[in-house]
């Protein structure tokens, strides 16, 4: 039913040439996987699809539209359009070219959860309703089945949109089912966290899939790749690898949409976003500011005040 | 060739006593759990045995107010690898023929190579993503200086060329008749299919003669140009090199991807391969057109589906060259 | 494949003590490197890698020729991080190298024949190698004719003035010399290279092999005017350029469709090029 809103809505746009181009979701040939898709024609419309796997924060492919004239419309969950006023907040789109098509959102599905659950299953055997996910008729506990990221998710709904598709949610994820997957390391010692960390790092291959699946690490030249001077290592050692993670949350620090789509990214399952969702986590904590819910207030290390009462500074 | 079949038990109390110095590849290790030992050490990807995500080449230092180099000698210790055949013909058929090139043998991978003996497991549960059978390979792919073996009627089946190499092959009995037919004739579909299925003889040519085709535009449109498919590719085996510690260190070679912008970016600002489409191109003309070009037919690429299983935004090689194949045919 | 163990380690550099740094322009020098008692086995067309500890690799062309004994000599324009370093360096330091990589010129084909050079800024270092071999005493007389045209920028962009100045006063050659913008000392020809050769020089095409070198842009316009001029593909010889860093073909960067210009080049003839993709 969304999907069918969602066609006539993309073709509608082409045709009345509100839009240049779609960049939405189209479907794989694998089961339960997704693709980002551009489409500039209304017969092209019928590809676009909307279901929990469309887990890519297509905001990221804006930043290959800043030097073009382009009108574009885009799909968005909750967390995507929190990129996007992220983007307009710091001047990388204008609102003019865009149109958000947004969707809100049940949480996304984790493939390996799905596939531990029922390991035999195909899409076939799924309804999703809006109360949830049905294997054959009968409802799933949704913690069982979502994203870690989505299950501490407090904006389901897009925060900035042209035309919604789907009724808005009344709860959050995280209202639902109060879990939070970074509550745990909170609990851990700083020895063991350090342990836990380092033993992540050992499997990075510095691949930068985290990095280039994110929405708003849109830098020219990244600090990682930089020779002159060369601030890592191009070695994927455990140190290094620390450098650049902890580097690039610095960078993400009160940018960061907790979207996750740097997690699920990641090839070799490190869960790579703990490190800027405990940041924003400070910062909603410290400073009551989370990002890209507007596109006025300043980013809290982005302003400085002379009343600033620094106790976080020991 | 020698052959023969083994108990599970036999076979698995073999690998424990070399469970030390064995390394065995995620794919076996997720295929075949029974085969994994305690102490084997599971390895992403094949490659990472041979061509280190990151090497020391060679040191230098500063000492009596001039620089010094010196030689590293690797080391060769003897290590059993277990992989599936894909992976191994990762190794043999495209590794072995970038670093083994005479007289530019690098030495390193030299080392580790001539103490590698390899074990192939035999697929018997190929994923929906894989295609070995279009690249010439196919799921009881061997060589003859490895152990081949086969999960056979609840034993294993063994063979191999070098049974001073792998002693396993000396407790195997011996297979009657019925069951060496059974064994050839399961051989003989899987090479069936790969006649059928795989790519026409011409495609190396073709892909090289498409070169300048639009779709390689809309091809690469979603690719982010990160490095995760060629990192976790088996075959992928591009390099950098750069200086690690000012006055006392190593030169350092680390993995390097065409994929990323500055692969190819000259000091000038000059870029040949400026954007996503020339990046998305190399990656599938290397593979699928350059590396057969160079290397006698034989693709870059083993059709393993890794990057086509982990790629964040589902960007898959196989259908970018049966799309690209595709219109050879229609062209001539 | 067979696995050769005894092989040497293809990456370590040798390291050899600069015996003089010659300043060309603001941003180019001159380094000569002292073989002791080696005699470089190179060919024109060559290149090495320079390694400097701590800082790392950059391709760069052997400039001096082969006939030259005992030493390596390089030029070096200022761009990045190595060639920074290098710049650096003082007499008697020592500098890695590792080579000589990839093909040459295709001396063969050029014996018995009349030889047109044609380079513009740095880029004269490579055809250098080949010029001087090819001017060499024992050499001479197995060439023909030799024009040279070199042009740069400005008078300050103009590399190896003391060459220069050697080749001007042999009668054996032609030598012109041209600059884009001249100043008030400058009494030589101004104008664009492409320009300058189409007005000066008068050549039969079918006679003469021409051998250029210089910025892309350059090579572009020089090949368009050469065959204009009537020069045919396989005589129009050049030299690549692109993001090196094994220089053995192994690291794979600096492939133009199924060639690694490290192994397979850098020298190519145009009739080469017109057969591969035009990804350099
Ligand atoms: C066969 C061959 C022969 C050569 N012969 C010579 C020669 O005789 N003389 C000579 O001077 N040079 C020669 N070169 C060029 C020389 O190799 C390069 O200038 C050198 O490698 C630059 O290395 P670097 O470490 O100084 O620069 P790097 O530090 O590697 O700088 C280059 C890198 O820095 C960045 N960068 C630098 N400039 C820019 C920019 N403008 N925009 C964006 N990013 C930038 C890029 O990441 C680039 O990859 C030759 C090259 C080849 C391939
Ligand atoms: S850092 Fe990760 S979670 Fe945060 S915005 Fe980027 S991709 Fe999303
Ligand atoms: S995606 Fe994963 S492996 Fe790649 S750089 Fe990020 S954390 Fe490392
Ligand atoms: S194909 Fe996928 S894994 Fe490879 S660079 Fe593109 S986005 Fe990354
Ligand atoms: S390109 Fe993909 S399918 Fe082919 S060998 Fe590499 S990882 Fe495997
Ligand atoms: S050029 Fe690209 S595809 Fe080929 S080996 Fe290198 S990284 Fe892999
Ligand atoms: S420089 Fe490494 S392949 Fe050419």
């Known amino acids: 039913m969304f999907e069918s809103i969602l066609i006539d809505t993309a073709k509608k746009l082409l045709r009345d040439k509100t839009v240049d181009l779609i960049i939405g979701y189209g479907s794989t040939h694998y089961p339960f996987r997704t693709e980002p898709i551009v489409i500039n024609k209304e017969d092209q419309a019928d590809a676009l699809i909307w279901n929990p796997f469309c887990g890519n924060n297509l905001a990221r492919y804006l930043k290959y539209y800043k030097n073009t004239q382009h009108k574009i419309a885009l799909m968005v969950k909750g967390c995507d359009s929190r990129a996007v006023q992220v983007l307009l907040k710091e001047d990388q789109i204008n609102r003019d070219r865009l149109y958000l098509i947004g969707l809100s959102c049940p949480g996304l599905v984790n493939r390996e959860k799905l596939q531990k659950q029922f390991p035999q299953a195909s899409p076939e055997d799924f309804q999703w309703k809006e109360t949830g996910w049905f294997f054959h008729g009968e409802q799933i506990d949704p913690e069982l089945l979502l994203e870690e990221t989505c299950l501490r998710c407090r904006y389901p709904n897009p925060l900035e949109y042209d035309q919604l598709i789907g009724e808005p949610r009344t709860t959050s994820p995280y209202q639902t089912y109060q879990k939070d997957y970074l509550d745990p390391i909170d609990d851990l010692s700083p020895e063991e966290r350090w342990d836990r960390w380092s033993k992540e790092m050992t499997k990075c291959i510095r691949c930068y899939a985290c990095r280039n699946s994110c929405p708003l690490c849109y830098c020219q030249e990244c600090f990682a790749e930089s020779t002159q001077p060369q601030w890592v290592s191009p070695a994927p050692t455990p140190s290094d690898n620390f450098l650049f993670h902890l580097v690039r949350t610095m960078h993400m620090a009160g940018r960061c949409v907790e979207c996750g789509a740097c997690e699920r990214a990641c090839p070799v399952s490190i869960p790579i976003a703990q490190l800027p969702l405990k940041v924003e986590t400070i910062i909603r904590e410290q400073f009551q500011f989370e990002a890209g819910t507007d596109q006025e207030s300043a980013a809290p290390l982005l302003t400085y005040r002379e009343n600033d009462p620094g106790d976080f500074v020991k | 060739m020698k052959s023969g079949k083994v108990t599970k038990n036999d076979l698995v109390q073999w690998l424990k006593t070399h469970q030390n110095n064995f390394l065995v590849t995620e794919k076996v290790a997720h295929h075949q759990p029974e085969l994994l030992c305690d102490q084997s050490k599971e390895i992403k990807n094949i490659k990472e045995a041979l061509f280190l995500p990151w090497d020391k080449l060679f040191n230098y230092h500063w000492e009596n107010q001039q620089w010094n180099v010196d030689n590293i000698q690797p080391s060769t210790s003897p290590r059993f690898l277990m992989a599936l055949p894909c992976e191994a013909r990762a190794i043999y058929e495209v590794l072995d023929r970038v670093f083994l090139q005479p007289s530019e043998t690098e030495s390193g991978y030299a080392a580790r190579r001539q103490g590698l003996k390899m074990v192939i497991v035999g697929c018997i549960n190929p994923e929906p993503t894989c295609f070995c059978h279009l690249v010439g390979g196919n799921p009881y792919w061997t060589h003859p200086d490895a152990l081949f073996i086969l999960p056979f009627h609840d034993e294993y089946y063994l063979e191999t060329n070098q049974p001073e190499q792998f002693d396993i092959i000396e407790q195997g009995t011996t297979l009657n008749k019925s069951e060496k037919e059974e064994i050839e004739v399961l051989r003989k579909q899987m090479e069936e299919k790969t006649n059928q299925e795989k790519l026409p003889e011409d495609a190396p040519q073709g892909l090289y003669d498409l070169f300048e085709d639009q779709e390689w535009e809309d091809l690469s449109w979603k690719c982010l140009n990160c490095g995760a498919c060629t990192f976790l590719c088996p075959t992928c085996q591009c390099f950098d090199m750069s200086a690690e510690g000012r006055l006392k260190g190593f030169q350092l070679k680390t993995w390097d991807s065409c994929m990323f912008p500055k692969f190819t970016l000259h000091a000038s600002g000059h870029n040949p391969r400026p954007t996503f489409k020339e990046r998305v191109r190399q990656r599938v003309l290397h593979k699928f057109s350059y590396f057969p070009l160079r290397e006698e037919g034989r693709y870059g690429c083993v059709g393993c589906g890794k990057c086509i299983e982990i790629c964040p935004v589902n960007w898959n090689i196989r259908e970018a060259v049966e799309r690209m194949v595709k219109k050879i045919g229609n062209r001539s | ?280």
């Open chain 3, 1 to 280: 494949m067979a696995i050769d163990l005894e092989n040497k380690n293809i990456y370590l550099p040798r390291l050899y003590r600069i015996m003089e740094i010659i300043p060309e322009t603001s941003d180019i020098k001159t380094f000569r490197l002292d073989l002791e008692d080696e005699n470089s086995s190179h060919l024109p067309g060559q290149f090495a890698e320079l390694f400097v500890p701590g800082v790392g690799e950059a391709p760069i062309s052997i400039t001096s020729s082969p006939t030259q004994k005992g030493i390596l000599e390089f030029s070096i324009k200022r761009t990045g991080l190595v060639t920074s370093a290098i710049h650096r360096l003082n007499s008697n330091d020592r500098l890695g190298i590792r080579g000589p990589y990839g093909n040459t010129f295709p001396l063969s084909d050029l014996t018995e024949q009349n030889l047109l050079f044609i380079a513009g800024g740095i880029g004269l270092a490579p055809l250098r190698s080949l010029i001087n071999f090819v001017l060499d005493t024992e050499k001479r007389n197995q060439f023909k004719k030799v024009t040279i045209l070199y042009g740069a920028r400005s008078p300050q962009d103009l590399v190896f003035k003391w060459e220069l100045k050697r080749w001007q006063m042999r009668d054996d050659i032609t030598f012109l010399l041209t600059v884009d913008r001249g100043d008030d000392q400058w009494k030589g020809t101004v104008g664009l290279v492409p320009n300058v050769l189409k007005e000066n020089i008068q050549v039969d095409p079918l006679e003469w092999k021409s051998i250029i070198c210089g910025p892309p842009i350059m090579i572009k316009f020089t090949i368009k005017a050469l065959l204009e001029m009537g020069f045919q593909p396989p005589d129009i010889i050049t030299t690549l350029e692109m993001r090196m860093k094994c220089g053995l073909g192994k690291c794979g960067r600096c492939n133009i469709g199924p060639y690694y210009v490290c192994k397979d080049g850098p020298v190519f003839t145009y009739q080469q090029l017109q057969n591969m993709p035009e990804e350099y």
